[in-house]
């Protein structure tokens, strides 16, 4: 069976210090991961997607991935925290079956303090 | 234009009232998403339309009725829906996949609805 697990309810970082939310994944198969964000009372932001090629995936508002096969994790990234990157983070797997379906992890929020 | 507009923004609807919510894009995407998202929680995929053909339901009760009647176009119809049914509804579309290829989907702000 295909799943995500984000490990961490929550992430607390200060301003201006490297960030990570942690992702790992459970598929048969290639993996298609997708990092999305939220804010409140918004929908979801695409991030960045891996699908094949460099395990190190860029995406927008300088955040970044590194796919890891061995570890099956996806972990985002970004150097330098904001305090607008405060949200809630979801890390997605492409179901097997077609139709684009995506699996969610349970979401972490982050939390950057100034 | 990477835009998904859902309206209304917010609905307060009665269990035995009819309502629908709509969403649009014109991005030219032919698969078309609903999602319902409880608070706190990620979001559970209702429906996929692809080419304005329903190609997945996933389970969802009668009383949650979609429609595509264009590819810009998906609504969904509502009818005698109990309190528990009350979420923020996402709408998102995309390119089909195919093959080994994989597209992110573009989701909508949604629609709170509250069921009274």
């Known amino acids: 069976a295909q799943s995500v697990a984000q490990p961490e309810d929550q992430v607390n970082v200060a301003e201006g210090n490297p960030l990570t939310v942690k992702c790992t994944y459970s598929v048969s198969g290639n993996p298609y991961l997708f990092w999305y964000v939220q804010y409140p009372n918004r929908g979801l932001q695409f991030l960045l997607k891996?699908?094949?090629?460099?395990?190190l995936v860029k995406g927008s508002y300088g955040f970044e991935a590194e796919f890891n096969k061995s570890q099956t994790s996806f972990h985002l990234k970004k150097p330098s925290a904001l305090v607008s990157d405060s949200a809630l983070y979801f890390c997605?797997?492409?179901?097997?079956?077609?139709?684009?379906?995506?699996?969610f992890g349970a979401g972490t929020r982050l939390a950057v303090h100034p | 234009d990477t835009e998904v507009t859902q309206t209304p923004k917010h609905l307060v609807m009665g269990m035995t009232n009819k309502k629908s919510l709509k969403c649009e894009q014109h991005?030219?995407?032919?698969?078309m998403y609903w999602y319902k998202q409880k608070a706190k929680k990620p979001p559970e995929l209702m429906f996929v339309?692809?080419?304005?053909?329903?190609?997945i339901n996933e389970s969802v009760p009668s009383r949650f009725s979609p429609e595509c009647p264009n590819s810009s176009l998906l609504n969904l119809h509502l009818h005698a829906l109990q309190p528990e049914d009350s979420a923020l509804y996402l709408c998102a579309s995309s390119q089909l996949t195919s093959g080994s290829l994989s597209y992110e989907q573009y989701f909508g702000p949604g629609t709170r609805l509250t069921v009274t």
């Open positions: 339309y692809s080419y304005e053909k329903l190609s």
């Open positions: 891996y699908i094949t090629g460099d395990n």
């Open positions: 991005m030219g995407h032919r698969a």
């Open positions: 997605a797997v492409r179901r097997s079956g077609g139709y684009n379906k995506l699996i």
